[in-house]
């Protein structure tokens, strides 16, 4: 049984570039979240979707910052252009429409130099 | 606004010491609070979902107890796996499916 599945695990720019996160949650999860971890702000809700619909992007930091989800297999998160500031664990997590329980993904680890 | 405080930020132990960690949060409408376990490199592991005062649950060396102002995570004669750290967050009934997350405890369980 899958997990969340999120790509790229690493994910090393330099400043000014576009990154693109992805991910694709638990199958029949129709809630997918986006989180950010970082030392001083632990973790943190960016936005989230329910059937493919964001519901809440009040976490989103700036406009550097969008999130689609084109299917309920596939999300995507991306900065552009990207800061310093943006380097962080950015997480994916997906929850069924039942349960509150939130299932994490792996984590894309993003270095901006 | 919801707040979730953790306690003690780190805690080191040895094997079989017992010993309990705290999650107190100040929030309106409490839908549930959440513990994970989070190891290093990886994401946050989902443990338990308490719903309201007096539940509890167990798995393994763990058990989760839930008060209207906080809730312990009882570890009981750690091993070295247990080593991690530990999530508390909370979902209140303003906030839909919004998880608040505490700053976590950094468990260490000496052999």
């Known amino acids: 049984d899958a997990g969340v599945i999120q790509s790229p695990r690493h994910e090393v720019t330099e400043m000014g570039q576009e990154v693109t996160l992805r991910c694709k949650p638990i199958s029949g999860h129709d809630y997918l979240f986006w989180y950010r971890q970082t030392m001083m702000r632990g973790l943190e809700l960016l936005i989230y979707f329910n059937n493919n619909v964001p519901i809440d992007d009040s976490g989103m930091p700036e406009d550097r910052f969008s999130a689609k989800m084109p299917n309920a297999s596939f999300s995507t998160l991306k900065i552009q252009p990207s800061e310093p500031r943006d380097s962080a664990v950015y997480f994916c997590?997906?929850?069924?429409?039942?349960?509150?329980?939130?299932?994490f993904g792996p984590g894309t680890r993003l270095t901006v130099l | 606004e919801d707040q979730v405080t953790q306690s003690p930020e780190a805690l080191r132990l040895q094997e079989g010491e017992s010993s309990s960690l705290n999650c107190s949060y100040t929030v309106s409408g409490l839908r549930g609070l959440f513990w994970y376990r989070q190891d290093p490199g990886k994401g946050p592991e989902f443990l338990f979902t308490?719903?309201?005062a007096g539940e509890e649950k167990e798995k393994e060396r763990l058990k989760a107890t839930l008060t209207k102002k906080e809730s312990f995570l009882h570890i009981t004669a750690p091993k070295p796996e247990d080593s991690a750290t530990y999530l508390c967050a909370v979902q209140t009934s303003g906030s839909a499916r919004q998880l608040t997350f505490g700053s976590g405890t950094q468990l260490t369980v000496l052999p």
């Open positions: 308490l719903y309201s």
């Open positions: 997590a997906s929850s069924s429409g039942q349960g509150l329980e939130q299932f």
